[in-house]
């Protein structure tokens, strides 16, 4: 399953933390800024932002100036806080509009979750979150409150630990290594279900995760590759822990799971031409693709 070009993509990543010279730190760090924004209704001060994203005062006060000038972000005198600007919500409806598939898929998730209690979800990596570019639910889907654009946990999700899971060996750990340094608590979960994570993705196309985003969710998810954002994107479906225990999400769940892979992946195929799905005992990546790109969704 993996790539060599992933592990030079992970390779790339721990350079770029010491100081490597192909990835230039302020930018790096503006993009930490426009993540800590999760919505375009999101406020958030001066501590708000520093303290998420560790940096310098001097720092700080440089790029959000920058930003602002920019438009990516606009900055409300009467709280003293920031919000996203004109020029970031231009690029993520930008991205939105040009994701084609999304209204075939969101239809066929919404077929899903009229079957199943709990929420379906479509999810790409945002450095160490998922981000979900669609979702659907029930009604009865009490508490499982993601929408489009929520980011989740990649160490604390089914959705994440899948996503890792289908990464090569290196590049895993240099996700892994690179987390580590900023939340050692998510990097040492997430480290230590590695290896189970991968041997239930080869054995039977997902991963399972129970009580571990939280004591009475539990979740089940499989990758596929997609050559066009040259990245590992995630079906992930979240139940309510006292109806579906661990052995049924096996017998119940994961046959529904493996069939919405299946149609989604044929969505994608029909939408870009360049959809390799993976997971699934058996199945082959490419071997000339990238770890991941960060595909950041408001």
Request: net charge positive.
């Amino acid at each position: 399953m993996g790539r060599r070009s992933e592990r030079l993509s992970g390779a790339r990543q721990c350079d770029a933390d010491r100081g490597g010279r192909d990835v230039i730190q302020v930018v790096s760090r503006a993009f930490d800024i426009l993540r800590c924004f999760e919505g375009h209704e999101v406020r958030l001060g001066n501590f708000d932002i520093a303290s998420r994203c560790s940096l310098p005062r001097s720092t700080f006060s440089r790029l959000t100036h920058t930003l602002t000038r920019m438009g990516q972000l606009v900055y409300l005198p009467q709280d003293q806080k920031y919000r996203l600007g004109p020029g970031a919500l231009a690029m993520s409806t930008s991205m939105a509009r040009g994701v084609q598939f999304r209204g075939l898929i969101r239809r066929r998730l919404q077929e899903v979750a009229e079957r199943l209690p709990g929420t379906i979800g479509f999810v790409v990596p945002d450095r160490f979150h998922m981000v979900y570019l669609e979702y659907a639910r029930t009604c009865s889907a009490a508490g499982l409150n993601s929408s489009t654009g929520s980011r989740i946990s990649i160490a604390r999700t089914a959705a994440g630990h899948a996503y890792v899971a289908a990464l090569d060996v290196p590049a895993a750990e240099a996700l892994v290594a690179d987390m580590a340094r900023e939340l050692r608590e998510e990097a040492d979960k997430l480290r230590s279900r590695m290896a189970q994570d991968r041997q239930s993705l080869r054995e039977n196309g997902y991963v399972v995760s129970c009580k571990l985003w939280h004591p009475h969710i539990h979740g089940i998810a499989t990758p596929l590759w997609s050559a066009k954002y040259r990245t590992f994107l995630v079906i992930t479906i979240g139940l309510v822990a006292t109806m579906y225990d661990e052995a049924r999400l096996h017998k119940d769940v994961a046959p529904e799971l493996l069939a919405l892979r299946e149609d989604v992946a044929l969505v994608l195929e029909r939408s870009d031409g360049a959809l390799l799905m993976t997971g699934a005992a058996g199945a082959v990546p490419p071997r000339d693709q990238p770890r991941h790109a960060p595909l950041a969704a408001g």
